[in-house]
Each structure stands twice: as structure tokens, then as C-alpha cells.
């Protein structure tokens, strides 16, 4: 085709090829993007270290970290260890057991980076979250501008990322979540652009001709090794390294990356290009994704298998347990707890101890069963629990059901600064909650997304409707156990892709001062202005801040927020 349906002439290869980042000053982009995660990171360090206790599941994060830092290992801990912590007392805590734990060990490696820089305190355990928290605006920054070509919508971006509150409170928090969400931004933004490589690799065959250069009956290019392509496979392993729900991402990316190639091929001219690009660019990229995930997800586990011999002597014989219930599969007065493998330890438990190479294998295989007792108590062992801030998938971009991490009640009149009405109190609470006017945009951009992906063809849509649904979807199957709404913190980035995208189909493409073009600035710049204002109404109850009960109210929109 020389022409589009509309009667445009379709550009060369070469020109659609062409990544739209490199039409705008680099250092431009550069500069505006360290700013704005420079700003980030103040917002996000600020008064890091307090409230000065453990805060929501900092309480098993913390200390596993500082276990894996000194002992090599996740030890067992004695019931006063958080008390003793606070108090600045390290030893006496730690038992010589290993821990069960149900999350891979990156993210706790990287806990343990800031506990060893700053020491064991809440500073020390929160300021690598700080840190990840602040490169996830800086990578937005770049991808967003990857994406448009445009450093005014990159920096929308991250200013976005930068004011959403839910990532500011989990940067602010020794969890896993903002890891996750690092990683998978970082392995998402090498892909894009890998797709760019590619393509401009791809121009270079044809503008060079020969047997590699595609056209009607040929193949297309043979590329054999791509950096980017690897490089997203390094994130990909490091993210399911830190949770297991990355590996949906990584399985969707894998398929989307398998269709981009099939359209580059087409573009060249090369017929059938899906089955074509399965066989010359399915199997590279399953070695790069897939391969190199794995390797790389085993090889943090080295700590474990370095001390596999512990976990065989204690913990091969300790598979969750599994409550049955007539009804609904959950324990009442009187069901019996039916235990997995009751009498059964694990094969190497029993097995003399090898060397060499023979050690790593049976290492390795005792990992293989410490991750089926994992699964076990994810898929069956918490289906039966409650917890006061669980929450339905369904509702999670609408902010249905936030979580309390932190909260100190009756504060009275005089203490602390408190100056409330008579017969009233002050509070402090910490509370993981996005911005609502960002994310509330964010969940119709993500449907408008979808129409245009599907009706205009744009691929950008695409890759954030695939990067969002497929870190909720499978959410959505697996709602029997509690589930919290931060787990959305992986979903929010490419929300906000999506938003941004939205916000320059607003804009409009022509940058000539139009009556378009100002109509759209208007509406843009006003609803980034929003997402600040809004963002600085509920700062204080992200950062402990103190509130008199009126304030405090002021802020709780919905009686599920309490």
C-alpha cells in the first residue's frame, strides 16, 4: 500500500521506524526528568524515619531483611523482637531456625541494603523504598517520553507518578509492592525500547537489501541477540524475585513483544509474518524473557541455597495446612484441619548431604519443594482468613477499600501541638490511598485505552491496557484469600500511561498556538493542577500528619475509607 484508507501517502519503513524520543533535545529531557525525581524523592524522604515503629507488614519485612544481612538466612525472631529493635538492641532477638517465608527475597536483599547503611531502624529499613519509589518517576519520565515523543508529556508523567499518593505512602514503607512495581516499569520500558531497536535494525536490512531484507515469499531479518530484550529479562527475573505475580506480566509482555515483532515483519513486506516471526523472533525472545528470568529469579535465591541444609532439618516437614469444610471450604465449630503430607518430609531431608556439584542439585531441588509448600499456603492455607482491609479486585481503581497502615488515636488537646475544640481529640494516621482525582481519571483513560487500541490501532494504548490488566486480572481469580488494594500500586504506572496518552490526544498534535491546541492546554494543564491540589489536601494523612477530627473527616470521603 502507498496510500492510506484517508489517501495520506504511507512514509518508508525507515521514517515510521523512527523512534519519536529522538525529535526533542535530549538533554532537555534528561534535565526535566532528574528534577522531577529529584522532587519526588524530597516529597518521599521527608521525615522518613517517623512514625518511629513498624508499620503494617514492616513488622516481618524489617526483620527478615536484617536476618538475610547478618545471618545469610530468614531466622525465627522472639515475640519481644520489635520492642527490643526500637529500643536499639540487635542481638539476643534472632533464633537459630530458619523462618517460613512466602515471598521471594529481592526485595527484602534490598531492605536489608538500606538496614546496613543506616542501621536497624525505621529510617534504615524504609529509605531503599524511598529511593525505588523516586527512580519509578524518573523511568516514567523516559518511557512516557519514548512513548509520545514528547518531553512535555514525559514530564506530565512523571509529575503524576510523582503526586499519586498511594505510591508516595508504599515509598515511604519497608514493603515489597514498590519494588514490584520498579521492576516491572523498568522491564516494561526495555521492551518499548527494544521494539524501537528492532524496527530501526530492521530498516538498516532493507535500506541494505539482500536475502535478509524481506518482500513478498521472504523472511525479514534474522536477529539473533537483542541487548533491550535482555535486559527486560533481568527485570522480569529481579521482579518475580520479589513477587510471584510478575510472572503474568511477564507472560503478557512475552505474547504482545511476539506481536509487535509480527507487525515489524509485516511492515517490510513479509507475508505470513505472524508464523514467521514465531520461529525467528518467538525463540530469541523466550531465551532473553523466559530464560534469563529464571536464571536470574534462581540466582536470588543464593542466600536459601547456601543454607539449604537448615531449611531440610526444620522446615520440610511444616506444609500448610488445608481447612475443610463442607460448605465453602473454610473451617467452623467442629470441622477437622487436614494436613498435606502430614508424615511426608522432603526427599533431601533424608538423603546424605552431597558435594560439588551434587550439593547445588540437591539444593536446588530442596528450593523446588520449599516453593510448593509456598504455593500451597497462597493458593489454599489464607483462603479461609479475613482481615478488616481486604478488598475486591473489582473496586481497586476506584479506591473502594484503602489500608490502615498506621494510626494513633485521642491525642488530647495541648499534647503534641494538638489544638482541637473542647470535648474533641487529635490523631495522627497513615493511610495508603491514591490520589483520588488521579486515579478516578485514570480508571476512564484506561477504558478509553481499550476503544483505542482496538479501533484506531495505536499500539501505545495497547501496551498499557496489557501492562494494567494483566497485573489485575489475575487478581480477580484469586480473590478467595485477603487481598489488599495497594497491590494496584503495579497496575497505577500504566494507568497513568494511559492517561497521558489521553491527555495528548487532548492536546492534539499539532504544537502551532490553535484554538485546539490552547482549548487543550487548558484542559490538561488544569487537571495536573487538580491532581496537585488534591494530592496536598490529603498529604497529612499519608505522612502522619496531626489532624483535629474535624480535619481528619474532612478527608475520609466514603465510610469504607475508615
Request: with cysteine; proline share 5%.
Amino acid at each position: 500500500m502507498s496510500r492510506t484508507a484517508a489517501g495520506d501517502v504511507v512514509p518508508p519503513a525507515r521514517e515510521r521506524f523512527r523512534p519519536l524520543a529522538r525529535l526533542e533535545d535530549p538533554i532537555v529531557g534528561w534535565t526535566a526528568a532528574v528534577a522531577i525525581a529529584v522532587l519526588a524523592f524530597v516529597l518521599r524522604v521527608w521525615h522518613l524515619g517517623t512514625p518511629r515503629e513498624f508499620e503494617f507488614d514492616e513488622t516481618y519485612y524489617a526483620k527478615d531483611a536484617w536476618s538475610m544481612l547478618n545471618h545469610g538466612y530468614v531466622r525465627g525472631y522472639v515475640d519481644s523482637a520489635n520492642d527490643r529493635i526500637l529500643d536499639g538492641r540487635t542481638t539476643g532477638i534472632w533464633q537459630r531456625d530458619p523462618s517460613m517465608v512466602v515471598h521471594p527475597e529481592v526485595g527484602k536483599w534490598l531492605i536489608a541494603l538500606g538496614e546496613k547503611a543506616f542501621g536497624m531502624d525505621p529510617f534504615g529499613w524504609r529509605i531503599a523504598a524511598c529511593v525505588a519509589g523516586s527512580l519509578m518517576v524518573l523511568v516514567m519520565c523516559r518511557l512516557a517520553r519514548r512513548l509520545t515523543g514528547s518531553t512535555l508529556l514525559g514530564c506530565v508523567a512523571g509529575l503524576l507518578l510523582c503526586f499519586d499518593g498511594m505510591m508516595l505512602v508504599l515509598s515511604r514503607l519497608a514493603l515489597l509492592d514498590i519494588f514490584l512495581a520498579l521492576f516491572l516499569l523498568l522491564a516494561a520500558s526495555c521492551l518499548v525500547a527494544d521494539r524501537d531497536w528492532t524496527r530501526r535494525r530492521f530498516a538498516d536490512r532493507v535500506d541494505a537489501g539482500g536475502v535478509d531484507a524481506g518482500g513478498i515469499g521472504g523472511w525479514g531479518p534474522r536477529l539473533w541477540f537483542r541487548p533491550w530484550l535482555l535486559t527486560a529479562g533481568i527485570w522480569f527475573g529481579l521482579a518475580c524475585g520479589t513477587k510471584w505475580s510478575a510472572a503474568y506480566a511477564l507472560a503478557a509482555f512475552g505474547v504482545l513483544v511476539l506481536f509487535w515483532n509480527a507487525g515489524a515483519r509485516r511492515s517490510i513486506g513479509v507475508r505470513w509474518p505472524l508464523p514467521k516471526a514465531t520461529v525467528l523472533d518467538g525463540v530469541p525472545a523466550f531465551l532473553h524473557l523466559v530464560v534469563v528470568a529464571l536464571v536470574v529469579y534462581v540466582a536470588s535465591w543464593t542466600g536459601w541455597l547456601v543454607h539449604a541444609h537448615e531449611y531440610e532439618q526444620h522446615l520440610s516437614s511444616t506444609q500448610y495446612t488445608r481447612f475443610v469444610s463442607a460448605e465453602d471450604g473454610c473451617t467452623k465449630k467442629g470441622d477437622v484441619i487436614v494436613k498435606l503430607d502430614d508424615d511426608k518430609r522432603w526427599p533431601t531431608a533424608t538423603e546424605p548431604d552431597a558435594s560439588g556439584p551434587g550439593e547445588l542439585v540437591q539444593s536446588l531441588r530442596s528450593l523446588w519443594y520449599y516453593h510448593h509448600d509456598v504455593y500451597e499456603f497462597h493458593t489454599h492455607f489464607l483462603n479461609c482468613s479475613k482481615h478488616i482491609y481486604q478488598s475486591d479486585p473489582g473496586g481497586w481503581l476506584l479506591l473502594s477499600r484503602p489500608v490502615g497502615v498506621n494510626v494513633e488515636n485521642d491525642i488530647k488537646p495541648g499534647s503534641q501541638g494538638c489544638q482541637a475544640p473542647d470535648g474533641s481529640n487529635c490523631l495522627r494516621e497513615v493511610l495508603l490511598i491514591g490520589t483520588p482525582v488521579l486515579w478516578w481519571a485514570g480508571a476512564l483513560a484506561l477504558a478509553y485505552a481499550v476503544v483505542a487500541w482496538v479501533l484506531r490501532r495505536d499500539w501505545r494504548f495497547g501496551f498499557a491496557v496489557v501492562g494494567a490488566l494483566s497485573m489485575w486480572l489475575p487478581w480477580q481469580l484469586n480473590d478467595q484469600r485477603p487481598i489488599f488494594s495497594f497491590y494496584a500500586s503495579s497496575i497505577l504506572p500504566f494507568t497513568i500511561l494511559a492517561l497521558t496518552l489521553t491527555l495528548g490526544q487532548i492536546l492534539g498534535p499539532d504544537r502551532s498556538p490553535t484554538p485546539r491546541r490552547t482549548i487543550g492546554t487548558i484542559i490538561a494543564g488544569s487537571f495536573v493542577v487538580l491532581v496537585i491540589l488534591n494530592f496536598a489536601w490529603f498529604w497529612p494523612i499519608w505522612t502522619n500528619g496531626l489532624l483535629t477530627k474535624s480535619e481528619w473527616f474532612d478527608r475520609i470521603w466514603f465510610s469504607r475509607w475508615v
